[in-house]
C-alpha cells in the first residue's frame, strides 16, 4: 500500500474556537505583532512549536498513574533511568525540567575564568543563550549546503568538518566544546549523519574537548540515518541511536520532543566528576538528583514516550505527514528548506518575501500574515531570533537565513488540518507583494524573539 496513515486512532478531542479575521486583527494588534503573545484559544491551529505540544498515548496516561512522588530515590526515577540509559549507554542521567535547564547546568560547569567558545552544526536560540550568558561564544559551522534553502542534500545538518579541525587548531584549549544538534533545528530540522558525528567527535578528542549531542530528535535523527545513510537500511533503530550517542561525552535532552511528553528532559554523561558537579548545581536549581524539577508521574511519562518514539511504523508517519505537507505548498511555489524536516516544514520567508529586507524582519511579517488569514501560529526564524546589533556602527548584522517555522505536534492534528493550514500558506502566497514590513520597538537582551514587539511600516 502507497498510503501511510497515522499508527493510532483518537481516544479524547479538544473543541477548538473558530475566530474570524477581523478578531484576529485585534488579536495581533494587542500582541504586539509577535505570535509569541498570542493566547492559545485565539490560535487556530498551533504550529509555534512541537515541544510538550504531543498527545500522550494511551500508555502513557497509565504511566502517569503509576508515578511515585516520592521526594528522593521514587520508583518513577528508577524507570526513566534504566531507559534512558538504554538508548544512550550513559552512567549518569541527571533528570530536569526541560532542555534548557541542561544546558544552563552545563554550559555552567564547564564555565572556567576566561571566556571559552563552542562550536556547533547550528546553535538553537536557549543554547546560544545560555552559553553567551556565562561570558562564553557559539559559533556555528554548518556544512555550506546548509545555508542555500533550496538545495537537496540527504544530511544538510552536519557539521562543516574542515572548518571545525581548523577551528580547534586556531583556538586550542579555548574550545570548551563541540555541539551536535539532531536534527538540526535552526537549520531546517535537518539530520546529521552517523559518519559526520563520528568524525566530529574523533576531531573533539583528539583536540581534547568534548562532543555534546543535543539530541531534542533523537528518533527522527535515527530514523533519517536509517533511510539514507549507506549501510544502515536493515539496522534496528535502537541501535542506531546507541550509536550516534556512543560517540559523544554528554547528551542534553528536551524530552518535550523525542520524549513524547509535555515537559522534562535529561543531562546524561559518562564523566563522575562532571555529573557531580552538575548534580551540585542542579539540587540548587531544580531539586533533588533524582527528580530534577519533576513529578514522579513526569518521569514515568518520558520513560514511556521512550519506548514508543523508536517504533518505526511512528516515525514513517512522522516524517510522512511532514513531506506531505511541504508537498502541498510547494506545489504552488511557495520556498521551503528542501527537503523537509522530520518535525517542521520550514518557509524561506527571505525568498517568500523577497521585497521585504531583514532589517524589516520579513520572517516576522509572515508569522503574522499566515495567522491573520487563517489563524495558524508559526515562528520565525532568522533576524529577530538571530539578528545581531555590530557594536561599531549600530547596524543590524542579520541572521543567515529568513525562515518561518511550522512545527507540528506529535499525534495531534489530521490531513485536514495539514490540508487547510497548506490552503492559507499558499493564498498568502499569492498575496505576498502585498505585505509591508514591521520595525522592533522592544527587545529583551536574551532570547528577545519570545517578549519582542513590533508596529507595522507603513
Given at each position: ?7 493510532f ?42 515541544s510538550?505540544?504531543s498527545?500522550?498515548?494511551s ?6 498513574m503509576?508515578g ?5 530515590g ?6 526513566f ?20 535547564a ?22 538553537f536560540?536557549?543554547t ?25 542534500h ?18 586550542g584549549?579555548?574550545v ?34 568534548i ?9 527522527e ?17 535502537l541501535?542506531?541511536?546507541?550509536e ?5 561525552d554528554?547528551?542534553?535532552?528536551s ?22 558537579n ?5 539540587i ?30 511512528y516515525?514513517q508517519?512522522r ?14 511555489g ?33 508569522a ?30 542579520p ?42 520597538t ?17
Open positions: 500500500m502507497k498510503t501511510i496513515i497515522e499508527p486512532k483518537i481516544k479524547a478531542v479538544e473543541p477548538i474556537r473558530m475566530t474570524t479575521p477581523e478578531e484576529r486583527v485585534a488579536i495581533l494588534e494587542a500582541a504586539g505583532y509577535n505570535p509569541f503573545a498570542i493566547r492559545a484559544e485565539d490560535v487556530l491551529i498551533d504550529y509555534l512549536t512541537d510538550g505540544t498527545s500522550m498515548s500508555e502513557q496516561w497509565a504511566a502517569i503509576r511515585d512522588e516520592s521526594y528522593a521514587s520508583r518513577s526515577f528508577f524507570r533511568e534504566q531507559e534512558v540509559a538504554r538508548i544512550t549507554g550513559f552512567s549518569n542521567i541527571i533528570p530536569v525540567h526541560q532542555g534548557r541542561a544546558e544552563k547546568i552545563l554550559f555552567d560547569v564547564l564555565h572556567q575564568d576566561e571566556p571559552g567558545i563552542y562550536l556547533g552544526n547550528t546553535h536560540d536557549t546560544r543563550a545560555n552559553i553567551e550568558y556565562v561570558g562564553d561564544e557559539a559559533l556555528d559551522i554548518v556544512i555550506p549546503e546548509g545555508l542555500v534553502p533550496s538545495l537537496a540527504p544530511f544538510k545538518g552536519n557539521i562543516d568538518l574542515e572548518r571545525l579541525k581548523s577551528l580547534l587548531t586556531e583556538h584549549e579555548k570548551r566544546g563541540v555541539i551536535i544538534t539532531v536534527t538540526n533545528n535552526s537549520g531546517g530540522g535537518q539530520p546529521v549523519s552517523m559518519a559526520n558525528i563520528r568524525e566530529a567527535a574523533r576531531l573533539a578528542h583528539d583536540h581534547g574537548t562532543l555534546v549531542i543535543d539530541s531534542a530528535r533523537f528518533a535523527n535515527a530514523y533519517f540515518i536509517k533511510l539514507r545513510e549507506d549501510g544502515y537500511g536493515d539496522t534496528p533503530l541501535e542506531i541511536a546507541q550516534m550517542f556512543s560517540y559523544a554528554a547528551s542534553t535532552m524530552a518535550k520532543k523525542d520524549g513524547l511528553a509535555n515537559i522534562g528532559g535529561w543531562l546524561a554523561c559518562n564523566d563522575d566528576f562532571l555529573a557531580g552538575a548534580r551540585n548545581l542542579l540548587l536549581t531544580e531539586g533533588f538528583p533524582t527528580y530534577g524539577g519533576l513529578a514522579g508521574r513526569d518521569l514515568d511519562a518520558i520513560a514511556q514516550g521512550l519506548r514508543e518514539v523508536l517504533q518505526e511504523d516515525l508517519y516524517l510522512r505527514s511532514t513531506a506531505y505537507f511541504a508537498e502541498k505548498i510547494v506545489e504552488a511557495v520556498p521551503i528548506i528542501q527537503p523537509p524536516g522530520g518535525h517542521a516544514v520550514y518557509i524561506d520567508a527571505g525568498a517568500f518575501l523577497e521585497h521585504i529586507p531583514p532589517e524589516e524582519f520579513p520572517g516576522q511579517v509572515l503574522n500574515e499566515i495567522y491573520l488569514h487563517g489563524g495558524l501560529r508559526g515562528v520565525e526564524i532568522g533576524s529577530v531570533m538571530f539578528g545581531k546589533t555590530d557594536p561599531a556602527t549600530g547596524k543590524m548584522i541572521a543567515p537565513l529568513e525562515l518561518v517555522r511550522l512545527a507540528i505536534p506529535r499525534r495531534v492534528y489530521t490531513q485536514s488540518h495539514v490540508d487547510y493550514s497548506a490552503e492559507v500558506i499558499n493564498e498568502v502566497f499569492a498575496k505576498r507583494h502585498t505585505l509591508k514590513g514591521l520595525k522592533m522592544y527587545a529583551a537582551p536574551f532570547l528577545r524573539h519570545f517578549t519582542a514587539r513590533f508596529e507595522p511600516l507603513v
